[in-house]
């Protein structure tokens, strides 16, 4: 199908961008992968699209004392690249490398996907692991939002309107931390039926502290406890009871990939082995 009619700018500032916004029924446009799709659908039809791709200052990775700032218009393809995740945060690269194909990954921004908050998408669950802060814009001014407050449902974000993710801000992560994620993905698309992020401390051989985030199980994703696990040794007799009431806490979805039963125990099997092998790769 053919979107409807709808302007388009390409900003050439942040400033021009949180003023497209201001005026109402304007959308930003990052990557346009799953934007466009919405639009050919007239599941989306913004008056106005204000493209955000050209600008340097949304896009990139430093270091910033202990901390790490993302761009909200970096590219997964940035991400895998980038030599300080891969020293700080590989998880974030486990995941990245699982979402879509090559092409998705060249066009898609962390910042857009994010955005979007599909629940079945895979940097949720590894911003909320991880603690991350996103750091919003809008003409009124700035304020940033834990990510553990701001996916809200399908689709729906702790954002207004007239605001833009500006950039995000992940803490050092706990010294010595193994991470992984775990997805069981969609074939042809990658999405996850099933995900895990899972960091773990340890203390001799036993899991000290656990932080563990699922998607694609129900409407967003989610932070899980599992206290259970802790003081453990991470086997399988101790994880399975452990993690016997995972997907207890969301309402599991149900559709043509998985049933709820089914993906309940995707769920549970993702949590066990992104804990077993973050817990390996534990200092
Ligand atoms: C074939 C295919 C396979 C895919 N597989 C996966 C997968 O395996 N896992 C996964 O997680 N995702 C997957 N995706 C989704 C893809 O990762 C997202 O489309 C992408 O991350 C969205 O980023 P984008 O830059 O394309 O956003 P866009 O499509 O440009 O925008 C998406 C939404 O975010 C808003 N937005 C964009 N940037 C900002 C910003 N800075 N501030 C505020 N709002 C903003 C837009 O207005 C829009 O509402 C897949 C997509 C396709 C097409």
Redo the contacts with the bound molecule.
């Keep these: 199908m053919i979107p409807v009619g709808f302007d388009y700018t390409r900003a050439k500032s942040v400033r021009e961008v949180l003023n497209g916004l201001a005026t109402g029924d304007a959308?930003?446009?990052?990557?346009?992968?799953?934007?466009?799709?919405l639009m050919r659908f007239r599941l989306?039809q913004p008056a106005k699209l204000i493209d955000?791709g050209e600008l340097e200052e949304?896009r990139g990775i430093e270091a910033k004392g202990r901390s790490v700032r993302i761009g909200?218009?970096t590219t997964?393809r940035d991400l895998v690249d980038s030599t300080i995740l891969a020293e700080k945060y590989p998880i974030i690269i486990e995941a990245t490398l699982?979402?879509?194909?090559t092409q998705?990954r060249n066009?898609?921004?962390?910042?857009?996907?994010l955005?979007?908050a599909?629940p079945?998408?895979?940097?949720p669950a590894v911003m909320l692991a991880l603690d991350a802060t996103f750091n919003l814009r809008s003409k009124a001014g700035k304020r940033s939002v834990a990510a553990r407050e701001f996916f809200i449902s399908p689709f729906v974000t702790a954002?207004k309107d007239d605001?833009?993710?500006?950039d995000i801000t992940l803490p050092a992560p706990p010294r010595k931390a193994g991470m992984a994620y775990v997805s069981f993905?969609?074939k042809a698309?990658?999405?996850?039926i099933a995900a895990a992020a899972a960091i773990v401390t340890k203390s001799r051989k036993s899991i000290a502290t656990l932080t563990l985030a699922l998607t694609g199980v129900g409407e967003k994703a989610y932070l899980a406890e599992v206290p259970d696990a802790i003081g453990t040794h991470g086997d399988d007799a101790a994880l399975d009871s452990a993690l016997s009431a995972v997907a207890d806490s969301a309402v599991v979805n149900s559709d043509v990939h998985a049933s709820a039963e089914y993906r309940a125990h995707l769920a549970r099997v993702a949590a066990k082995r992104a804990i077993q092998t973050a817990l390996g790769r534990a200092g």
């Design positions: 959308k930003l446009i990052a990557g346009g992968h799953s934007l466009l799709p989306a955000i949304l909200a218009a997964y699982g979402i879509g194909d998705v066009r898609g921004t962390v910042g857009g996907g955005a979007h599909d079945a998408s895979d940097m954002m605001e833009m993710l500006y993905d969609q698309s990658g999405y996850a």
